[in-house]
């Protein structure tokens, strides 16, 4: 199990900050393939951090408990990694839109 981004995230960029195992990346901006940001879910440990910390509250601690309209977002934080574009070196402050 692995915590799951949803298509809520508005790109905020405050989990990327305190993600221990740094496991969450942000899509490619201006690509419509890739609009938020994604978990590993090979990689997250489970801490919940990510979460406690989104202001918008995309994130889900488990597959389960993903609302069923945004269940294909499971798929898509695992796509992410295993098709690409995956991990990269990235700016945050680049990255991000704050509301
Ligand atoms: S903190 Fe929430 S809104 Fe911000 S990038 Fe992470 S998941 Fe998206
Ligand atoms: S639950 Fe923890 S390890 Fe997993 S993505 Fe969130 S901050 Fe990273």
């Given at each position: 199990?692995?915590?799951?981004?949803?298509?809520?995230?508005?790109?905020?960029?405050?989990?990327?900050?305190?993600?221990?195992?740094?496991?969450?990346?942000?899509?490619?901006?201006?690509?419509?393939?890739?609009?938020?940001?994604?978990?590993?879910p090979?990689?997250?440990?489970?801490?919940?951090?990510?979460?406690?910390?989104?202001?918008?509250?995309?994130?889900?601690?488990?597959?389960?408990?993903?609302?069923?309209?945004?269940?294909?977002?499971i798929e898509l934080n695992r796509r992410f990694f295993t098709?690409?574009?995956?991990?990269?070196?990235?700016?945050?402050?680049?990255?991000?839109?704050?509301?």
């Amino acid at each position: 199990m692995a915590y799951v981004i949803t298509q809520l995230c508005t790109r905020a960029g405050n989990c990327v900050e305190v993600c221990p195992v740094d496991c969450i990346v942000p899509g490619p901006q201006g690509k419509a393939d890739w609009p938020y940001f994604y978990i590993d879910p090979g990689t997250c440990i489970n801490c919940g951090a990510c979460m406690a910390v989104c202001p918008v509250d995309a994130i889900f601690p488990s597959e389960e408990e993903v609302p069923a309209e945004y269940a294909g977002d499971i798929e898509l934080n695992r796509r992410f990694f295993t098709e690409g574009p995956g991990y990269r070196d990235f700016d945050l402050e680049k990255e991000r839109v704050r509301a």
